[in-house]
Every structure is written in structure tokens, then in C-alpha cells.
């Protein structure tokens, strides 16, 4: 047996170099690349800077396996260092990493794991509490069709614990759409113009006002209140909006 496994395990091994599985794999070059990871929601990232101390550390080795595409890997090492460095002052900037390697690995996700994974069979109820409790990953729809999403925890610890982050703004924006789109909402809720679709540019209304009121000097200024004026005219004379605001992401 533990020959086969041996074996099993060099077969996998090789196949992951081969074919850069969960090795950061460069991929053909396209000029229809979308952005990854937390630059879809408009958010600057990039990993702390590191010092001699941190090398052989969890910082040292998340660095590491994000350089090589190893994103899951990664994000298990940026939350060991938080876990062990709570004060770090580069805290902030590895909550922001956490969220990008869970929106990069979300991708991932979608590719070998359906998202109708059957709740109701045990593997199905363990493997769907298992990535919710792990990575924040939890199975949503729109008009029918289910897909795989991030609940951003880490984007909320983040605006929690550093509401005068320089960074704040851009979070506190993106999870504006994420809560209203895919939280209380749906993606295509404006394809119909109706109460709850009023309702829900009523509540991006007042999302962005609020953003505006708690960070006055937000470079995202200009165009939070663009959409605010694209909400309003749509509740005033029924849209249709623009799809940047329809289909945010």
C-alpha cells in the first residue's frame, strides 16, 4: 500500500510541473486578460515588504508561493502570520493579501469544483462547510445559475480594524457592491424595474453618500458621485443603467 501510495503521489508531482498546476504556470499571452484577484474590485495590492527576520517565517514563505502562483498556499501563511504577529504593523497590508489570494484561488475553485454540489449528500455538506469555515467560499446564484463566491472577510477585518487606512475607501467602495449585489440582492436585479430594484439603488445611494461622508477626500470622488447620479436617474425615470453598474464585477 504504501508503495501505491508513493507512486499515486509521484504521478501527481509530476503532473503539477508539467502542466503548472498550483505552480503559477505561465499562461499564453492574451490581450483580453481580465484583472485578478482584488484588482476586479478596483483595489492595489501587492506583498509586504520583507526583512531579514522574516525570512524562514509564515511572511517569508506566503510571499514565496504568491510569486509562484500558489495562492492557497499563500493565503494558509499570511493568516499563520497574522496569527503569530497580531501587532505587525504590516497587518493591514496582509489582510489585503489574504483577500487577494482568496479571490485568486475563487477562480481555481471555479474550474475543478461545481458549484451545485449536492448540500444534501455528506461529502457535499463537508466539503461546502469546509471551504466556508477555510477560505470564505460559499455557493451563490443569479437567475438560476449557481456559482461559486468570497464572502470577504478578510476585505471586512480589514475595514473594521482600520477604518483610516489609506486603502479604506477602495474596501469600503467594493464591499458597497459585494453586500448589495450578491448579499441582500442579485446581480441581474436591475433587468427589471421594480420595488426591490428601486430599493436597491436607494441603498447604493446611501452606501456611497456614506463613503463620501466618511472619506471626503477619496480619490473615488469622481466617480462614486457618477453613480450616484446614474441611481438617481434610474429610480427617477427607469434606467437603463450602464452595465459597469449592473454587472459591477
Not at 508539467?18 to 490581450?31: R, S, Y
Not at 477562480?107 to 461545481?114: A, F, G, M, V
Amino acid at each position: 500500500m504504501r508503495h501505491l501510495c508513493i507512486v499515486a503521489m509521484s504521478v501527481a508531482v509530476s503532473l503539477s510541473v508539467a502542466f503548472g498546476w498550483g505552480h503559477g504556470a505561465e499562461q499564453p499571452a492574451t490581450h483580453c486578460a481580465k484583472p485578478a484577484g482584488l484588482a476586479r474590485l478596483g483595489i492595489k495590492v501587492a506583498p509586504p515588504t520583507l526583512t531579514e527576520k522574516d525570512q524562514g517565517g509564515p511572511l517569508w514563505d506566503a510571499a514565496l508561493g504568491y510569486q509562484c502562483g500558489n495562492y492557497g498556499a499563500a493565503f494558509r501563511e499570511y493568516k499563520k502570520a497574522r496569527f503569530y504577529h497580531p501587532e505587525d504593523p504590516r497587518d493591514p497590508l496582509v489582510l489585503l493579501m489574504i483577500a487577494d489570494c482568496a479571490m485568486r484561488g475563487l477562480s481555481e475553485l471555479r474550474d475543478i469544483l461545481p458549484s451545485d454540489l449536492a448540500p444534501d449528500s455528506l461529502y457535499g455538506k463537508q466539503a461546502l462547510t469546509w471551504l466556508k469555515d477555510t477560505y470564505g467560499y460559499y455557493a451563490s446564484a443569479s437567475e438560476g445559475d449557481p456559482f461559486w463566491r468570497y464572502d470577504m472577510r478578510a476585505l471586512r477585518e480589514f475595514l473594521r480594524l482600520y477604518p483610516d487606512h489609506d486603502q479604506a475607501d477602495e474596501v469600503a467602495y467594493a464591499l458597497a457592491k459585494e453586500d448589495l449585489m450578491f448579499g441582500k440582492y442579485d446581480p441581474a436585479i436591475f433587468m427589471v424595474r421594480d420595488e426591490r430594484a428601486l430599493a436597491c439603488a436607494r441603498e447604493f445611494i446611501r452606501r456611497y453618500e456614506d463613503i463620501l461622508h466618511r472619506y471626503p477626500d477619496t480619490a473615488l470622488k469622481p466617480k462614486i458621485e457618477s453613480d450616484i447620479a446614474l441611481f438617481r436617474g434610474y429610480i427617477k425615470s427607469g434606467g437603463p443603467l450602464p452595465n459597469s453598474i449592473s454587472n459591477p464585477w
